[in-house]
C-alpha cells in the first residue's frame, strides 16, 4: 500500500487584532504580537492592507499592498533584528 502524495498547505495565518499599540496574528495555534514600534510599517496602514497577508512557505509572510516581507524568526526575535544597522 502506498501513501497519498501530500496536498498544500493549509495553514494559514490570521490577524485576529489591530490596536493604537500594534497588530495580532494568529499562526500555528499561537498569538503574535506586532508592536508598531518593532514593525512600523504596520502604523498607518489601511487595515484592509494589513487584513491582507499570505504566507508562503513554514516561515514566510507578506503583505503584498505594503511590500513588507516578515519570517516567523524576524516576529519571534525582533530584537535580532534591528530596524536601523549600528
Known amino acids: 500500500m ?19 499599540h500594534g497588530i495580532w496574528l494568529w499562526l500555528d495555534g499561537k498569538e503574535h504580537f506586532l508592536p508598531y514600534r518593532e514593525f512600523p510599517w504596520f502604523k498607518n496602514a489601511k487595515v484592509a492592507d ?3 497577508v499570505e504566507r508562503f512557505g513554514d516561515h514566510h509572510l507578506h503583505w503584498p499592498a505594503l511590500d513588507v516581507d516578515l519570517t516567523l524568526d524576524m516576529i519571534e526575535n525582533s530584537r535580532a533584528y534591528p530596524l536601523i544597522y549600528k
Do not use: D, P, Q, Y
Not at 501513501?3 to 490596536?19: D, K, R, Y
Open 2 to 20: 502506498k501513501s497519498a502524495t501530500n496536498g498544500a498547505n493549509i495553514s494559514s495565518v490570521e490577524v485576529t487584532n489591530i490596536s493604537a
Open 50 to 52: 494589513i487584513l491582507n
